[in-house]
């Protein structure tokens, strides 16, 4: 072994004696770890430093025992004269032991009976969605969970259940993996069973002619205990290979601790010299001299280990302690001297280093104050420290100050200081964590039971200030473990933020605040934050620390072992990358500062650049020179976007991209960062799918029949037909015409007026017929407004697009049925429409109309109050369509001049959108946009997705250049679906724009004007305006 850092080496006066009486001057001194290769703790060592290569390193005899490498026997018997029973006692070593009761040393116990968990059934259940695990873990834990399936401990879930909680898994040094579960909002309805534990007065009469001890502990004592088969599927746990339930009793449940100790005192019930303490077995040997101890004590060991093997009860061999003179139990010392107080309790106080400055005076006077109420005396005791935190006063630490301080010692480390445990009142256990130390203080009724204190090692020195506290929770509870395990204990601390990481679920938290949480789910601690000045005994021991080896085990080393980068799918050049620009971050640099020092108690004194990170200051750590949120890496501000584009490079949606997000990275304000990305993404714009539907927007209800008509064409069987519908009474004209040019249109209308009379309005789509000069002239001459529908939106028509769908289907039956089509629309007319009570033709002449059918003449006669009925039951079923409609439509915002748009293509156009930009209003929920290509469309609302971004100046083509894109409405989509032949009334929607001498309409220009046909093979001929054509 070879020292490389010299300034590790202190001075050292001492002189080695060889084997062979030879001498031998150290260098000095050093202290190392080292660590026991059986049982993987961490042990600190002082080695003697010889200048020598040839020398090989030697652990002396306390070195070896301390590290539980040897035991050695300090009974100092020469000889004894013994029977052959006595012998054959004295053999029974742990070897024989081993050997004899090898089944109770292997596999799972099981106690007798079923555990029934009782549920609180007003607690709601909860079904938590299963974790990702990383892909360097999925054999490993596929192997394990295996594992446990074939042991009985847990089987896969087939069936639905209410509840499901989240899998925690724990890497440990072996490479295995422990399984866990997450049972925070189980927890919460799951009903106690309190049980209670024992008491010194319960122990002492046992301990009278006591000599001998053995401590066994319960080999995965929860495991012993096997749940019905209702409370079993209340454990279920989702992992990424289904869902699982636990057959025997999981750690972490709130039930667990006084389940298990009640099964354990039942099953070693009646058995002399035997006490359960909490999760461990005290075997007490009673006698006169050593040798009657001891066989008395492997008499009823032996009762004790056939007692196991009868109630399938199994051990630790690890952590059998077997035939020794003193044991700890409950804060005091057993041994044959009979109960004296445990050393250990008021170690951190008597071996507590003296103040080195001022500081260090004022607080352990400070905490000499509160322990004042316990002992009159003691305040007086520390007048010499008090006159060195006076102003002006010279440090001098004199034989004077050291007296008063290890007498202020003394008195605290002892009654009435020090308090006797009583179970019957509450604990408390006060918790501070200092750069470099850590503190806690078991205390009862504010009076102190325990003090224990301990110095960080290297690595826990750069922990987060939010882990250096949690985990002196975890050394007091630990320390104090015959304390607080099965009891509820009220944990103070100064730090604010373990009140909500501890109410958040287990995965939400970073990895190494995960380990230790793990190992507080054993204990039912409920932690609170108290002021750092109402916690003056917990403060000056974690600054006033013990600096003694031998703290660290195999859990330490994992908690210390913890790297959250190999957890992170993410490359190492991608978090080299992050490392290096955190540290040139300096908000990102601010915010470590506070996260490893610690965040003030309000808001408001948290630096402005550090204040969106106040939220969750409780998730954030820091490793390796990066800060994590929970296990999601913080980026810095000059990566952002190139992880944003990342993240989206295979142009997910929103809420994909953010799942993916929120697997690995985090940053203030990332979510709304990422929504404005995706949605300025031209791929993702150019292929988005329609819509939601707005709410309904009906035209107004004509007052009287003919006030309002509708019109359109269609084509049935190669034949072009004009249908005109009545608003009103929906009662509808179908002509046969021979072409569909303006001036035949306007001929059938014409006819139609003269018969009803000229309507106040009339609306169509933008077919070439109805936006021409001629369509144009008419109305302007018989005094009617024309309205249009949008460019590829029939729906804002719907009164027309509805009754051409009847049209055709009424048609099409009286072909196939070789009926006569003009008595179909007889009858069509003259039936009464659902909900209304009236036909069309009663609602248009106020009377039916004569059909083959006999009725009496009465009913032919005019109603004049059928008008009033009707416009009432019309209000009535519109409001209900609306309402009906309106469920799943939402208003869109209204577009502003100038802003980019993405325009929806029509359905015979492809799916991917094209870009515009919006140059003026066409009427209600109407646009005209302008096209990169400089065409100017008309569009519907729900046909443009609105950017937010605008163009400085909106550039087209030249008037005599414009198009009016109407090529998809010049025929109406029907869909040939079969309907009822009930008609319905329809709630149409009011999206047109009114057309008049000042409206300023764009249409097809005269250049280059060529004849053409749709799809279904309609002619569309040129104007006759354009040739001087008279009708």
């Known amino acids: ?315 630790n061999p690890e952590k059998f302690q077997l035939r020794k003179t003193e044991v700890p139990y409950i804060g005091h010392l057993l041994s044959a001297q009979g109960l004296q107080a445990d050393p250990s309790k008021v170690k951190a106080i008597t071996e507590m280093p003296r103040p080195t400055d001022v500081k260090g005076v004022q607080r352990f006077l400070g905490m000499v104050n509160y322990l004042s109420r316990f002992c009159e005396n003691i305040s007086d005791a520390g007048e010499p420290l008090r006159q060195l935190t006076q102003k002006d006063a010279v440090w001098e630490w004199t034989e004077v100050q050291e007296g008063a301080f290890q007498q202020i010692k003394s008195k605290i480390s002892c009654a009435p200081v020090l308090k006797y445990y009583n179970p019957e009142e509450p604990l408390e256990l006060q918790c501070d964590a200092s750069e470099r130390g850590l503190g806690a203080a078991l205390m009862q009724s504010k009076q102190p039971l325990a003090f224990a204190s301990r110095a960080l090692t290297e690595t826990e020195q750069g922990y987060a200030q939010i882990e250096k506290e949690l985990l002196a929770v975890l050394f007091g509870m630990e320390k104090f473990h015959q304390f607080t395990f099965g009891q509820t204990v009220a944990v103070q601390s100064d730090h604010k933020p373990l009140e909500s990481i501890m109410k958040k679920p287990l995965l939400k938290a970073p990895r190494r605040l995960q380990r230790m949480m793990l190992r507080l789910q054993m204990y039912d601690a409920c932690i609170r934050y108290c002021p750092g000045k109402s916690l003056a005994v917990a403060d000056t021991l974690s600054r006033a620390y013990l600096d003694e080896g031998s703290v660290e085990g195999s859990v330490e080393h994992q908690i210390e072992t913890v790297n959250m980068l190999q957890y992170l799918p993410i490359s190492n050049r991608r978090l080299d990358a992050i490392q290096k620009s955190t540290d040139k971050d300096k908000t990102l640099q601010a915010v470590k500062h506070i996260v490893l020092r610690g965040w003030p ?142 001036t035949t249109v306007i001929r059938k209308l014409k006819a139609h007026f003269a018969r009803y009379g000229i309507p106040d309005t009339v609306c169509s789509d933008n077919g070439p017929q109805f936006i021409s000069m001629e369509f144009k002239e ?116 209204p577009l502003n001049v100038g802003e980019q748009v993405w325009v929806q293509p029509p359905i015979n156009q492809g799916k991917e959108w094209r870009k515009a930009c919006l140059r003026a209003p066409a009427g209600i929920r109407s646009y005209e946009v302008v096209t990169e290509s400089g065409q100017v469309l008309r569009r519907n609302r729900r046909h443009l997705r609105g950017t937010g971004r605008y163009r400085p100046q909106i550039r087209t083509q030249s008037s005599n250049q414009e198009e009016y894109d109407t090529d998809e409405t010049n025929q109406p989509s029907i869909a040939n679906t079969p309907e009822e032949d009930q008609e319905e009334p329809h709630c149409e929607i009011s999206d047109t724009e009114r057309l008049g001498d000042d409206t300023n309409v764009l249409r097809e220009q005269p250049q280059g004007y060529r004849n053409t046909q749709t799809r279904s093979g309609r002619s569309i001929l040129k104007p006759a305006y354009l040739n001087d054509y008279v009708d």
């Open 778 to 893: 008419f109305s302007m001459n018989w005094d009617f407004d024309h309205i249009t529908s949008s460019p590829g939106y029939p729906q804002s028509n719907g009164k027309v697009e509805s009754a051409v769908k009847t049209a055709k289907r009424l048609l099409q039956k009286a072909v196939s049925s070789g009926n006569d089509p003009y008595l179909a629309l007889l009858d069509h007319r003259n039936t009464p429409t659902q909900g209304l009570e009236c036909s069309p033709a009663q609602r248009l002449m106020g009377r039916r109309t004569k059909s083959l059918l006999p009725m009496r003449g009465s009913l032919l006669m005019k109603d004049h109050g059928m008008n009033d009925r009707h416009q009432i039951l019309c209000t009535k079923q519109r409001a209900l369509q609306a309402a009906q409609y309106n469920r799943g439509a939402k208003d869109l915002r």
């Open 601 to 742: 108690h309000a808001k408001e004194l948290v630096p402005l650049e550090a204040s969106p990170f106040y939220h969750i200051r409780d998730e954030l750590s820091v490793q390796d020179g990066v800060l994590f949120k929970g296990e999601r890496v913080v980026i810095p501000s000059e990566l952002r976007s190139d992880i944003m584009s990342r993240i989206h490079s295979s142009h997910f949606g929103v809420e994909g991209c953010l799942r993916r997000a929120r697997e690995s990275v985090y940053w203030p304000g990332m979510n709304a960062q990422l929504k404005e990305y995706i949605d300025q993404c031209d791929i993702c714009r150019s292929f988005d799918t329609k819509q939601q539907k707005e709410t309904l927007m009906p035209h107004e209800i004509p007052t009287r029949p003919w006030e309002k008509i509708g019109t359109d064409l269609f084509t049935f069987h190669g034949h072009e037909y004009l249908i005109t519908v009545d608003y009103d009474s929906n009662f509808w004209e179908i002509d046969q015409i021979q072409d569909t040019r303006s």
């Open 1 to 315: 072994m070879v020292v490389k850092d010299q300034s590790k080496i202190l001075p050292c006066d001492k002189i080695l004696r060889m084997y062979n009486k030879s001498t031998l001057t150290p260098v000095g001194i050093c202290k190392l770890k080292i660590r026991n290769p059986c049982n993987q703790k961490l042990y600190q060592a002082e080695f003697v430093v010889i200048d020598s290569e040839l020398c090989h390193p030697i652990l002396g005899s306390r070195a070896i025992q301390a590290m539980d490498l040897i035991s050695v026997q300090h009974q100092n018997i020469l000889t004894v004269e013994q029977d052959s029973k006595q012998s054959d006692s004295a053999m029974w070593g742990w070897s024989t032991i081993n050997k004899e009761y090898a089944d109770i040393f292997q596999g799972v116990g099981c106690l007798e009976g079923k555990l029934k968990l009782e549920v609180d059934a007003l607690v709601q259940p909860v079904r938590l969605p299963k974790r990702k695990v990383p892909v360097s873990l999925l054999k490993p834990l596929q192997e394990e969970l295996a594992s446990l399936e074939k042991q009985g401990i847990i089987t896969p879930v087939e069936r639905s259940t209410d509840w499901i909680s989240s899998m925690v898994i724990v890497k440990k040094p072996s490479g295995k993996l422990r399984i866990c579960i997450d049972p925070k909002p189980l927890n919460k309805a799951l009903k106690r069973s309190h049980y209670p534990l024992p008491t010194l007065d319960d122990i002492l009469p046992d301990l009278a002619r006591a000599r001998i001890f053995s401590v066994c502990d319960v080999k995965s004592g929860f495991w012993h205990i096997e749940l019905e088969e209702d409370s079993s599927y209340l454990t279920t746990f989702s992992t990424p290979f289904g869902r699982y339930r636990w057959v025997r009793m999981p750690m972490g449940i709130s039930p667990a601790p006084e389940v298990f100790q009640r099964k354990l005192n039942h099953a070693l019930e009646g058995l002399p010299g035997i006490r359960v303490i909490a999760d461990d077995i005290l075997i007490v040997g009673e006698g006169e001299t050593d040798v009657e101890a001891i066989k008395d004590h492997d008499q009823k060991l032996r009762k004790l280990l056939d007692r196991c093997r009868e109630r399938q009860l199994k051990l």
